[in-house]
């Protein structure tokens, strides 16, 4: 009576092979979602800055038009003295 020895599924053989192949397609997934949101953050900082340089601007010209407001009346009622109002 002869026995026969049990052989490894061939499926066993090529595991280390699929291991290797799962591997690399998680990493490609994962480096692939980090280029994708770097990418949204960049996009976002770009209207960020954009944004901050319009309200710069608008700043800037509120403080002109501020000045010249205090320039004029400073020409109708100068600071310097207070005037009594007569009773």
Known sequence: MTT??????TWLAWLPVI???FLI???LLSTGGKINELTD???RLT???TRRDFDADKLDKINERTARIEAKLE???PSGGTKEVAR
């Open 19 to 21: 291991t290797t192949v």
């Open 25 to 27: 397609a998680g990493f």
């Open 75 to 77: 020409v109708i009622l």
């Open 41 to 43: 953050h960049e996009r």
């Open 4 to 9: 026969s020895t049990k052989s490894a599924p």
């Open 47 to 49: 209207a960020l800055e």
